[in-house]
Nanobody
Framework: QVRLVESGGGLVQPGGSLRLSCAAP????????IGWYRQAPGGEREGVSC????????FYSDSVKGRFTISRDNAKHTVYLQMDGLRPEDTAVYYC??????????????????????WGQGTQVTVSS
């Protein structure tokens, strides 16, 4: 069983920044595609970003492109989501997920949420003044 643990959420003012972390204490994530998804109250789950085994292989949703940066530190077995220029509409629970079927992300990654077999418990991000 793979357990993912997210951290780094919180309350921030519009325009502020947060960095989310996703770690798997007893599993090596290094070789797999890792995605970040979010779900706002009453909303549908939305794919935000994805990173492949190759750290240069990254994808972002249009809603966060240019503001969010995904990265991974394989030495620490951790994936990060740096969120800058936060807006009230970014308020949501953020989840990381591991796709053990793929090592790369592509334009269809967000639509393949069913392939992500392992999900974290989520971390709340609230953007409000």
């Amino acid at each position: 069983q793979v357990r993912l643990v997210e951290s780094g959420g919180g309350l921030v003012q519009p325009g502020g920044s947060l960095r989310l972390s996703c770690a798997a204490p007893s599993f090596t994530l290094d070789y797999y595609a890792i995605g970040w998804y979010r779900q706002a109250p009453g909303g549908e789950r939305e794919g935000v970003s994805c990173i492949g085994y190759d750290v240069r292989n990254t994808f972002y949703s249009d809603s966060v492109k240019g503001r969010f940066t995904i990265s991974r530190d394989n030495a620490k077995h951790t994936v990060y989501l740096q969120m800058d220029g936060l807006r009230p509409e970014d308020t949501a629970v953020y989840y990381c997920a591991a796709n053990l079927l793929r090592s790369r992300c592509d334009t269809d990654s967000f639509a393949r949420a069913h392939e992500y077999a392992y999900w974290g418990q989520g971390t709340q991000v609230t953007v409000s003044s």
